[in-house]
């Protein structure tokens, strides 16, 4: 089957796309939406770095104390965080945090525990953040919520969130607009719930944001009782692909699969020996299996995927998660660097996806994988290998540093009933890129993006919100550009003042 490639180029008058673009870089910020006990969770940060020096780091809530500490390439850096970090309801919130790598670069995953439930995410540097997003969510249980926060790097700027029709009329019915506007100021957050699934929901914004999307406790699988939080940070439409492996996961084999691909644009074909459909803007395709399946598929137009952990009772083995899989169009190469924290759950995991042509080469901290350290599952065209881990920091590379992979870790616990699972690392290359390189190349991100607090006006934009209109055979053709123009008459003028 041959992999659909983006064939869009960059006009030669227009400033160059940052090609180099990965989950690696220097500024962060982020927003954790509502754990299941919105008033008992609490939120962390591990922070790693393949930097062969030390790193400082700085890590400052919106409304609180600045944290510091050091970390370097044998070393997890984790910092605990106050009740200042979490959102609460609907609504304008000051939940954010922001992490700043002062002398090197650095990767962030945000993890959100209770006693019984847990979940994390990859985090996204400020020069690798979007304004066009599409959500990612599961169907929440009675009195929780699907939901997803959206935290402005800049200003003034100016948030739309368009939703499925169901939603839409949900919100209708509560004597709320149908789609939501929003203004927020430099490291200000909008939280989203709704008691229903707010997967397919568009999200775009006239300047970059974080988006960070999840649900406070939902139930997957068949005949199972026992629910978990899940959360994972969105990657920005224009760095979507369209060509897919997957697989059960190997530390749950008799659990199943679980995928959920989510459409950006109408008429969007997924096509493979296991799936056939076609799906439209505001819809997804759910793949459930029973078995330990492996599959490659590939869509007309870009799409988002994420794959659940199910439910303890599936296979009396942890409980739900949620993780973005990777499309191969933005596998990393060289190396992955990430952390494992040891306070979370029992049994911890990864899982790697390679070219099966190049399956042989995958090291985990130095060491080649064979069949008697790993296991391993094939498709027509990929290799996913499979292995138990220990706390700590990891390095997953291969010999020859120009074959990409993917990573994705993960965890649960059978006596608490708990289940975690992001991935270590990814390329966020925009559409229309033409370089290829083997390493992130992340320039210090200088915006203050706690210097300007939020506007107590702001608090009433629930009920005086106004409707966006997408154009579904291309979502945001047309506004799309006109943000993208303005981003960058931003960068300008931030360059030459």
Known sequence: MAVTTDTSTLDSSTVAVDCSQSNIGRSFIVAFPSNKDKSRERNALGISTSSQHDVNVEVSEFTGDTLTGIVSSNTT???????????????????????????????????????????????????????????????????????????????????????????????????????????????????????????????????????????????????????????????????????????????????????????????????????????????????????????????????????????????????????????????????????????????????????????????????LLDSWTASRVTTALSTIWGKKITEGVHTVSHDDPDIPFSVTTYGYDTITKKAYGTLAGTFLRQSGCRQTTTSAQVTADTTDIFSTTATTELTTFETQTSIVTLDGSSPGASTTADINLYVWMMVLLAIFN
């Open 77 to 367: 850096l984790s910092l605990p965080l106050s009740e200042i970090s979490r959102c609460t309801g609907s609504g304008l919130q000051d939940c954010s945090v922001k992490i700043s790598a002062l002398d090197g670069e650095i990767s962030v995953i945000g993890y959100s525990y209770l006693s019984g439930s847990v979940d994390n995410f990859l985090a996204f540097p400020v020069d690798s953040l979007g304004n066009d997003y599409v959500i990612a969510s599961y169907t929440p249980r009675p009195k929780y919520f699907s939901e997803f926060t959206v935290t402005a790097v800049a200003s003034a700027t100016n948030v739309n969130v368009e939703f499925p029709e169901l939603i839409r009329e949900d919100r209708i019915t509560k004597g709320l607009t149908a789609d939501l506007n929003f203004i927020l100021n430099a490291g200000q957050t909008y939280q989203v719930q709704s008691p229903l699934d707010l997967s397919a929901s568009r999200v775009v914004s006239s300047a970059p944001v974080s988006v960070i999307s999840g649900v406070t406790c939902a139930k997957v699988g068949v005949k199972v009782t026992t629910c978990d939080y899940m959360v994972e940070q969105m990657p920005p439409v224009n760095t979507l692909g369209r060509s897919f492996s997957v697989s059960a996961y190997h530390g749950r084999p008799d659990s199943g699969l679980d995928i959920r691909i989510i459409a950006t644009r109408d008429g969007t074909r997924i096509t493979s020996d296991s799936v056939s459909a076609t799906i439209h803007a505001f819809e997804y395709y759910d793949f459930t299996s029973g078995t330990h399946d492996a599959f490659e598929f590939e869509t007309s137009e870009p799409v988002l995927v994420v794959q659940y952990q199910r439910s303890y009772k599936s296979d009396n083995q942890g409980d739900p998660s949620m993780s973005i899989i990777s499309p191969k169009e933005q596998f990393p190469v060289g190396s992955i660097t990430f952390p494992v924290a040891s306070s979370f759950v029992s049994s911890n995991y990864i899982d790697i996806t390679v070219d099966t042509m190049h399956e042989s080469g995958i090291q985990v901290d130095g060491v």
